[in-house]
C-alpha cells in the first residue's frame, strides 16, 4: 500500500466506526484524528487512532482524508481545507447528501482530489461511544466519482472494501434524488408515524401496545435532529419530491380502500411483497429476516450471562438482542433474533429448561 497515513475528521458514529474497523483489519498505514479533547483522549486510550491532530489543518500530512463531521461542519470545512491540499491528498467525505459537495469542489481551486462518499448503513444513536467495527460489514458505500488519477486510488479502494462495505458507484445527482427516497422519506415518515400513534384516547397512549410492525418501521425516530437537520435543508427538493411521490401512492390506497376496492389494493400489496423480496436478504441497510423469541429476565444479577451461556454451549448465535421494557425490581422483557426459526425454537426449549419464561 502507497498509503502511509490516513486522517479521520470527526470520531463519532461513522468516523469511530471507521477506525474501528480498519484497526481490526490488518492495515499498515498509521490512523490521526481529530475531534473535540475528551473524545480524542477515549479514541487514543482505546487505540482506536494512533495519533491525535492538534488542528484540522494538519491533516493534510496524511494522504486520505475521512470527512466524519456532521454535513454543515463537514461542508464547512470542506471549503476550506479543499483550496490547501496537494496532489499528494484525496479528500472524501461520508455525508447524506452529495452534489452541493461537487458543487462546491468545481468552485474550489485545489491541486488535491476529492471523492464523494456516503456508507449507506447506520445507527439511531450518534457519537464515538456508539460507533463499531463492524457497521459497514455488507453494506453498500456509496461512491459519486472516481478519481483514477489519484496515486493511491485503489489504496482507497482497498480501505472501503476493509471496512467490509460493497461499493456502488451513483452521480451525485442521482445519489440525492435515490436517498431522499429510501433514507430521508423514511426517517420523516417514522417521525410522523410516532407524532401520530402519541395520541392518547382516554388515558390510553396508543404507541403502550404497538408491536413489532410497529417498532421495525420507526426504530429511526430515535435519531438526533443535530444529524438532520442540514440534511434536510441542503436536500429539501428532492425530499419534497419523494414526499409528492409518496403521497399520490398512499392517496391511491386511500381511496381504493374508501370505495371498497380491495382487489386493486391486493394488487398493491402483490406488487409491494415482490419488489421488498427482491431485495438481497443478507444485506446490511435493509432488514434481514430474523427470527424473535421474546424472554423475561428477572432484576437479579447474572440472569443474561445465564442466556448467553445456555445458548453459546448449544452453538446457537443470537443475532441480536434488544431490552424491550423493565419494571424497577421486577424484571424485563429482553428480544432476541436468530437467524434461523429452528434456532428460535431451540433457544425456547433451551431456556425454558434453564427456567425462564418466554414466548414467539
Ligand atoms: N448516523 C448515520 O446513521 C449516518 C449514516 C451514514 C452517513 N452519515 C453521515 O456521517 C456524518 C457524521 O454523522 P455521525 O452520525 O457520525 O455523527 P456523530 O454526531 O456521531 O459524529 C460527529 C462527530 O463530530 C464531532 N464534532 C462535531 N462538531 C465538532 C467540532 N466543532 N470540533 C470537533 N469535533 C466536532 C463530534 O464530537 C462527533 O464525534 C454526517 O454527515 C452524516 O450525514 C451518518
Ligand atoms: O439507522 C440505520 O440503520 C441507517 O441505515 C441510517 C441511515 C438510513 O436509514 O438511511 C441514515 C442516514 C444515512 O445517511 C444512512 C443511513
Known amino acids: 500500500m502507497k498509503v502511509k497515513s490516513i486522517s479521520i475528521l470527526g470520531l463519532g458514529l461513522i468516523g469511530g466506526s ?16 481529530y475531534d473535540k479533547d475528551e473524545i480524542l483522549e477515549q479514541a487514543l486510550s482505546q487505540n482506536v487512532i494512533d495519533e491525535k491532530l492538534a488542528s484540522i489543518e494538519e491533516s493534510k500530512k496524511s494522504e486520505i482524508i475521512f470527512l466524519c463531521f456532521p ?34 469542489w468545481n468552485k474550489i481551486n485545489s491541486k488535491g482530489f476529492f471523492v464523494g462518499g456516503h456508507p449507506m448503513t447506520g445507527k439511531e444513536v450518534s457519537g464515538f461511544q456508539n460507533s463499531d467495527s463492524l457497521l459497514f460489514e455488507n453494506s453498500i458505500y456509496i461512491l459519486t466519482n472516481e478519481v483514477k488519477d489519484y496515486f493511491a486510488w485503489n489504496d482507497f479502494i482497498e480501505i472501503i472494501h476493509k ?31 410516532i407524532n401520530s400513534a402519541s395520541l392518547q384516547n382516554n388515558d390510553i397512549h396508543f404507541y403502550d401496545y404497538a408491536a413489532g410492525g410497529f417498532r421495525d418501521m420507526t426504530r429511526i425516530a430515535s435519531s438526533s435532529f443535530d444529524i438532520w437537520e442540514s440534511i434536510i435543508k441542503l436536500n429539501k427538493e428532492k425530499i419534497l419530491a419523494a414526499f409528492d411521490s409518496f403521497e399520490n401512492e398512499f392517496q391511491q390506497i386511500k381511496s381504493l380502500i374508501e370505495n371498497g376496492e380491495l382487489e386493486k389494493l391486493a394488487e398493491k400489496f402483490e406488487s409491494a411483497r415482490k419488489k421488498r423480496d427482491e431485495i438481497p436478504k443478507n444485506r446490511k441497510g435493509m432488514i434481514s ?51 434461523k426459526l429452528e434456532e428460535a425454537k431451540l433457544a425456547k426449549k433451551i431456556l425454558e429448561e434453564e427456567g425462564f419464561l418466554t414466548n414467539f
Request: charged share 25%; with cysteine.
Open 71 to 104: 454535513l454543515d461542519l463537514s461542508l464547512k470545512v470542506f471549503k476550506e481545507l479543499a483550496p490547501k491540499l496537494d496532489s499528494s491528498n484525496l479528500i472524501t467525505d461520508v455525508c447524506g447528501v452529495k452534489n452541493i459537495f461537487h458543487e462546491e
Open 163 to 193: 471496512l467490509g462495505a460493497r461499493i456502488n458507484f451513483l452521480s451525485p445527482k442521482v445519489h440525492d434524488i435515490v436517498v431522499a427516497s429510501v433514507s430521508h422519506l423514511p426517517q420523516l415518515l417514522a417521525v410522523s408515524l
Open 18 to 33: 471507521i477506525a474501528k474497523s480498519l484497526k481490526a483489519s490488518e492495515t499498515t498505514f498509521k490512523i490521526f484524528g
Open 289 to 339: 429476516q430474523l427470527f424473535d423469541l421474546f424472554v423475561f429476565v428477572k432484576d437479579q444479577p447474572g440472569e443474561i450471562s445465564k442466556i448467553s451461556t445456555a445458548l453459546y454451549k448449544q452453538n446457537i448465535n443470537i443475532k441480536d438482542m434488544e431490552l424491550l421494557k423493565i419494571r424497577e425490581g421486577s424484571g424485563g422483557t429482553f428480544r432476541l433474533a436468530f437467524s
